[in-house]
């Protein structure tokens, strides 16, 4: 069996060794944004090519005789990849582009949503011009959220409060978004706690994955700028300490009768993931966003604790015979924290070399944006290497990461607050003291 992983993050690389691992003998081929050496070392083929290329993924495809492909990152979702290995009966764990509309248009999302039905949404309006913005802002009173469409990777929300200081400031900010082409949605603020739910989708049945929290801000304490996830952590119930069981059921249930929806509205089969990025409330489970694929880091939780075979999952979600009996997760927690170039996200320091030679069990850690050179290992500037630290407890998992990553040498930073019992004591707090317990 030939086998395509797209991508070549510490998300493909938890992919990799997943497909790796299966008791069904495989050729893994890697078409690659850079040179990741832990992916490639587990690869038959491996070529740096521009992935959100389709005709440049349908060569690499073709020359090695692909059976199926998995897509990792959004970009090529978005450029159409699933639809032209389609084309030539190469399917993909990854939705056609129309379906990944679910991640890559956020008024997509909310309509199809408000057309089903599904009450997960906060209040919302649809921008292309500055008619309306000031009145509904207020009529927000103020607690307001400002969503560009399209894929912006991870710039495109603005919060009040957080990044918009006032009324005017937010006006002003949706003026320059009409200025430079684009259209927006205007959203109520919610209040609570964030926390992530993938369910693996064949069109027609889902299968969920344990609920997983990442931390999006850069510092301890969760301040400082947004990145594309600090690290993440997950119980061994597969809930979070501060959800109850209806707040699972709930997301659980929305992304359910989303990928109805969607099936309903296109007649076609989603095929892959659909990651549920909800806000549990004071008046239950509401969704932030979707995302047409794997989460980075969430994929650390959840595919080193997957007791089922990954290919026959996989398989399961091409051939459309999913059920929930073929993603059996342990009953494990995990802790996964990155280490990042110092001044990460905005002045990150870049080509630096790093050793991880260091670190006891390589099998929990995985290379993201790194380059193999003869003389060493170097960070690109941005996420450089995740481990994920697997016990009973998330203070035990903790641990395990925190003594792991700190083994790393190089000019880089990660956030030793995370998985810790005081940041998880102060989400149960916030999360008690808003449903008034
Ligand atoms: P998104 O790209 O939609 O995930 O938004 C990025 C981040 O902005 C989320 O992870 C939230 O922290 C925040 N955010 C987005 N929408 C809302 C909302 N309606 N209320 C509060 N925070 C939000
Ligand atoms: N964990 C955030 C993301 O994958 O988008």
Redesign the pocket.
Known sequence: MNILLVGSGAREHTIARAIKKSKHTNNLFCFASSNNPGIKSLCAGYEVGKISEPAAVLNFAQINKIDWAFIGPEAPLEAGVVDILDAVSIPSVGPIKQLAQLETSKSFTRDLLTKYNIPACPGYKFFTSMNGVKEFIESLGGNYVVKADGLMGGKGVKVSGDHLASIDEGISWCQELINSGKTFLIEEKLIGQEF?LMSWCDGEHLAHMPAVQ?H?RAFVGDTGPNT??MG?YSDGDHSLPFLTSADIDQARKINEATAKAIKNKFNENYKGIL?GGFMATKDGVKLIEY?ARL????TMNVLPILESDFIELCQSIIDGNLSQDKAIFSNLATVCKYAVPNGYPDEAVKNELINISAVTDSDHLYLASVDQKTDGLYETGSRTVAFVGIASTIAQAEQIAETEINKITGPLFHREDIGTTELINKRIEMMKELRNI
């Open positions: 992530s990442d999006t594309g996830g993440t990651y995302n989460g980075d880091p969430e």
